[in-house]
């Protein structure tokens, strides 16, 4: 359906059986969730979908190997779980990631661990080689009956410096073990979107559109695109807005009926390095390592360049998060300590992500010993009643989403028709054992290239066979230097709820956080979205000023960074303009 369609059949029939707010992951996985059990369900996402802390995730599909010394071993045990299905369930974006733990004691912080086990201490201190030893025996132990990747193992100083000279070399040891990472975790989440709008009719979604609760004490969706004001009358919201969650309720609950804080978030920030001795230093592992202040960091690979991160900083108001300053220089210190030999220069950092972590509200002191669990809470309100989402983390959207969803069907008197625990995730349905084979086949029956059907493949998994079909329908053109074409941006803005550049440029592609994008490709983008939408000149100028303001406050990339990744002839035209 259309935006106008959607609008138009909520005018016409109001009720819905659930309205869910927030088109972050967790709130696609409860949407996907109801709308394959026939539930009427209407998501609501007040800006794009995926763009607060979905889209600043540190592309890691984890257990939580931390989380063991809090003692929180149901999680790490679900979470291996919802990894291992992720793996099965979307092997086009999820894939293996091989990490190694440097260790630079033997014995260091096995009594600290024990008693922050034991609740005795917030301080976080390094850990040793036996602490880091149990860690992933029962890391291995929780998954042996699936044993879908190699067991851990220890390597000595000299076999650990040898791999990876690079290294620290006070190093002593390193462990290596398996868990995975996520290339394009906001296409799982339109999957998610897509799945579930294909599953069922009683289905629709709205991103730049809000949920309001008048003085009546009715509710109204204000559509941010369109500019125009439905009415709804939902019998249950859900409240997925992670880090918004108690500003949503603020606004939705009469005074009477509102909580204590339920959240109480942390900001995590990441910075993308374009270093080719840093990239080279990794040897396609990750390297999960301790700052000297014991605190977590990592470096991985990630589309030719390296993602570091990161902090966890507490957080007052989400909507503002950057990467500031004193973050950039803590994530370069812990990576000179780890890697000490590679000097990284401030133009080779070439994005920079934050976001909140939707943590339940909590006192301590030291964040990392907040709980990464989640729950729901249900806030009865007046007339409508309200079921929050608290807490989680990105590997365990599903499970979360399973669980939201069956407190809804109770709630709402309905039978649950389906799970999705082995159901295939968009672009990982049907897929294929010989993937070239397929790549090649459906090469001969569009007319492209395989190296460019074999790229899309990459992207979008078996949707590719839909992005290839159209493609080859008309007259395509390469974009100099993005690794898209016209027509799969084409593609993108019809069926993917594009309605502002940014949208088009920082989640349904990698093209600004692989540092890829240039000026031109921006440019590029911005003409073909123009003339898609039929925008003026004026809104056209106003989009270009919205993204490269996103970009230069939010991301670290000005408008001089964008021109100097152009070819080099266009980028002295620009100069001299």
Known sequence: MTRTEILDGLRQSPKVDVCVLGGGINGLSVFRELALQGVRVLLVEKHDYCSGASAALSR?????LRYLENGEFTLVKESLVERDRLLRNAPHLVSPLATTVPVFDIFSGLANGIVRFLG???????????AIKAGLSIYDLLTRKRALMPRHRFRGRRATLAKWPALNPKIRSSATYYDAWVSHPERIGMELLQD???ASTEAAALNYAELRRNEAGTYIIADDVEGVSVEIEPSLIV????????ITNGALLPPDHRSAPLMGGTKGSHLIIDNVHLRDALGDHMIYYENEDGRICILFPYFGKVLVGSTDIRVDDPGTVRCEEEERDYILQSLAFVLPGIEIGPEEIVYKFSGVRPLPASSDSF???IPRDHFCTMIESAGTPVLCMIGGKWTTFRSFGELAADTVLERLGLPRRTSTADRAIGGGRRFPADRESWIAALAARCGLPPPHVAELFSRYGTEAEALAAFIGQGSDAAIPGAGHTMRELLFLIRNEAVEHLDDLL???TTLAISGTLSLAILDAALELLTGEKGWSEARSLSERNRCLALLRDRHGVDEKAL???MPPPLAKAVAAG
């Open 506 to 508: 920082l989640r349904r």
């Open 239 to 246: 409240n997925a807005t992670g880090g918004w969650i108690d």
């Open 120 to 130: 005795l201490s917030r301080r976080p201190s390094r850990r040793g080689a036996i």
């Open 60 to 64: 890691m599909v984890h257990g939580g």
């Open 563 to 565: 021109a100097a990744r």
């Open 367 to 369: 964040t990392g010993r």
């Open 196 to 198: 579930g709008l294909s």
